[in-house]
């Protein structure tokens, strides 16, 4: 099993910049990341995926420029930095886990998942 918990969620203006923060606990071994966002109204969407090692990553085209995902696997750590915000960056961010090591964009794929963390950009 593994457990996840999301941290840096906050109020914050346009413009401005975040970085989102991801502990993992329990098997953490050979486990891939992603982060996904669910605005109000709105589905469950991809924003970034990390493989387990760190080596490679993907992102939803829209994230691609002002969304980087890392990770401190000697921390147990995952982040997510977001430049630019936008209003419409306003949602819960969730980081989730999946047992291979592989990048995935969909939410089916990740078998763990943290509670969320919420993120409001005022213009």
């Known amino acids: 099993q593994v457990q996840l918990e999301e941290n840096g969620g906050r109020l914050v203006q346009a413009g401005g910049s975040l970085r989102l923060s991801c502990a993992l606990s329990g098997r953490t071994f050979s486990i891939a990341m992603g982060w996904f966002r669910q605005a109000p109204g709105k589905e469950r969407e991809f924003v970034a995926s990390?493989?387990?090692?760190?080596?490679?990553?993907h992102y939803h085209d829209s994230a691609k420029g002002r969304f980087t995902i890392s990770r401190d696997n000697e921390k147990n750590m995952v982040f997510l930095q977001i430049n630019g915000l936008k209003v419409e960056d306003t949602a819960v961010y969730y980081c989730?886990?999946?047992?291979?090591?592989?990048?995935?964009?969909?939410?089916?794929?990740?078998?763990?998942w943290g509670q969320g963390t919420q993120v409001t950009v005022s213009s």
């Open positions: 989730a886990g999946r047992t291979s090591g592989m990048v995935s964009s969909y939410a089916t794929d990740y078998t763990y």
């Open positions: 990390i493989t387990a090692n760190g080596a490679s990553t």
